[in-house]
């Protein structure tokens, strides 16, 4: 069966501070992968969306930048932290040609 | 582009009412998923409509695809307070592979 992990699952950071968030998903190959935020009480904002090894696209231009360096990872990094990129981020996948998104727990992110 | 638009924004209704979320798009849709988020939690696929007119249901969960593939609706019938969170409707991805999430519709429960 096929799994998918985000760690970590909180984390708090001053202003300024870099960020990485990881996502992995087990069990299946080539996945279609995706990093989401959620501000609080709000909807699903998709950031970045991957359909292979170092191929990425970014939906929002703003400081958080994505990779893919393996097949079923998928990185979610900033240089430097704002206020507003607090938030619940959701790592993604799903199979090629079917559309079913399988979300993992999520990380949530606190900049102060 | 395609959009998806989901209404209401906020439901609050009695435990044991019944409840209501509607989802519309401007385009025809190949199929329309629905997905639910515990508060604190993560969405989770509910159901996949496929064919046009469709209705699907699990225990006091009813979904409903249009006739004419461009709106669905989710309807639960007397309310549990396990029912609370966020319903999402969700577009299939055009060429682009994005899929298309409504707003969501947050339930809240009043005991």
């Known amino acids: 069966s096929q799994t998918i992990h985000q760690w970590p699952a909180t984390l708090v950071q001053p202003v300024g501070s870099p960020l990485s968030l990881e996502c992995t998903v087990e069990?299946?190959?080539?996945?279609?992968l995706y990093w989401y935020r959620q501000a609080a009480g709000r909807g699903l904002q998709l950031l970045f969306y991957?359909?292979?090894?170092?191929?990425i696209s970014s939906e929002v231009p703003q400081n958080l930048s994505a990779s893919r360096p393996q097949d079923r990872q998928f990185i979610l990094s900033s240089k430097k932290l704002l206020l507003s990129d607090s938030g619940f981020y959701l790592c993604?996948?799903?199979?090629?040609?079917?559309?079913?998104?399988?979300f993992g727990p999520g990380t949530r992110l606190t900049v102060l | 582009g395609q959009q998806v638009m989901q209404i209401p924004q906020y439901q609050h209704v009695q435990e044991g009412e019944d409840f209501t979320t509607y989802c519309n798009s401007s385009?025809?849709?190949?199929?329309i998923q629905w997905y639910k988020q515990r508060p604190g939690g993560h969405p989770v696929f509910l159901i996949q409509?496929?064919?046009?007119?469709e209705v699907k249901k699990q225990k006091r969960l009813t979904f409903q695809f249009g006739e004419a593939k461009k709106n669905s609706s989710l309807h639960i019938t007397a309310t549990q307070t396990t029912d609370v969170g966020t319903y999402f409707c969700?577009?299939?991805?055009?060429?682009?592979?994005?899929?298309?999430f409504g707003k969501g519709t947050r339930l809240h429960i009043l005991p």
């Open positions: 993604a996948w799903n199979r090629l040609l079917t559309d079913t998104q399988y």
């Open positions: 069990g299946t190959s080539n996945p279609n």
């Open positions: 991957s359909i292979g090894i170092d191929q």
């Open positions: 385009t025809t849709l190949s199929n």
């Open positions: 409509l496929v064919k046009s007119g």
């Open positions: 969700a577009g299939p991805p055009g060429r682009d592979d994005k899929i298309i």
